[in-house]
DNA sequence: TACACTATTTATAAAGATTATAAAGTAAGA
DNA sequence: TCTTACTTTATAATCTTTATAAATAGTGTA
């Protein structure tokens, strides 16, 4: 299962022209075990035995690398440090309001939502149902265009 | 409209025995006034006209003054930096699957959906919908009675 | 109104996270 | 194997936020 995401992770680094360096297997191996969200830092100390030379930049860029390709979720809680989350496969719709299009999007951070809800409310909190609008590209080239 | 919610905003400080410096007035002025949301570093130059001996320290510590008393929301998007949102009325609800009953809720954090959505999608978004689910307190009490 | 007490502001330094830079190293295709 | 461009490393720099201590100023009370 994790070696299956892992595996799938870096062919998708491989079909963006992404090389792939023993550190940025080691990193994504790490994010595809990792239960919690890690940090850079924790990211950073939990390799050091593995790559005893490996900068604190090194983490930062490829963390980087891996969020613009979509492989991994930057989370901004309140406190200090970014935690960061291996993309799996839940996602929220998109809805473009002039044509009906459907695109779906991840996003990993609702689960404080319905914390947060239940919390405040004293529900039970089953589930949540979430969608955004607005134009999608298209549509919004044409609006331009006019 | 404004006004009534920058005197709310002071009552409800002198009401916790927060003491209000010209400088909290001018914070909290600005706050209910902005239309964006705006950061520490924004509101400290806003106000330097007026206050040109403040320090960022002062900013800091009354946004999280105003924050301890529930005043003001903090918002961590990606970015640098923390913004900060005056706290109005928005809400969402909580739906309890058994009897109907709806609870609103606050929930200051979705923005960032949005522009998570926005970028990940292409979409021009404007609004979005949430909703969450659930048992409320007293459907499973009586659900627990059986 | 004046006083006293304590919270607050200011100025500065310090801490912590993240990014920039340049030289050395290495993955991947020809 | 060779070459080229991308990566890594080490380090410094930047930026945001917090800590500290002395000076200042709100607020309740006499």
């Given at each position: 299962?994790?070696?299956?995401?892992?595996r799938d992770a870096l062919?998708?680094?491989k079909g963006t022209g992404v090389r792939i360096t023993p550190q940025r297997h080691a990193i994504l191996e790490y994010l595809v075990g990792a239960m919690s969200h890690p940090t850079a830092d924790e990211i950073y100390k939990a390799l050091e035995g593995k790559f005893p030379n490996m900068s604190v930049a090194t983490?930062?860029?490829n963390l980087r690398v891996f969020r613009e390709v979509g492989l991994v979720k930057e989370?901004?809680?309140?406190d200090s440090s970014s935690r960061?989350?291996?993309v799996t496969t839940d996602h929220y719709h998109a809805i473009c309001e002039?044509?009906?299009k459907i695109v779906d999007f991840h996003y990993p951070?609702?689960?404080?939502v319905e914390h947060l809800a239940s919390h405040v409310t004293g529900f039970k909190v089953n589930n949540h149902r979430m969608e955004v609008y607005g134009t999608c590209r298209d549509c919004e080239?044409?609006?331009g265009a006019h």
């Open positions: 299962m994790s070696e299956l995401q892992l062919d998708s680094l983490v930062y860029n989370l901004t809680y309140g960061f989350d291996f002039d044509c009906g951070g609702l689960d404080e080239a044409k609006a």
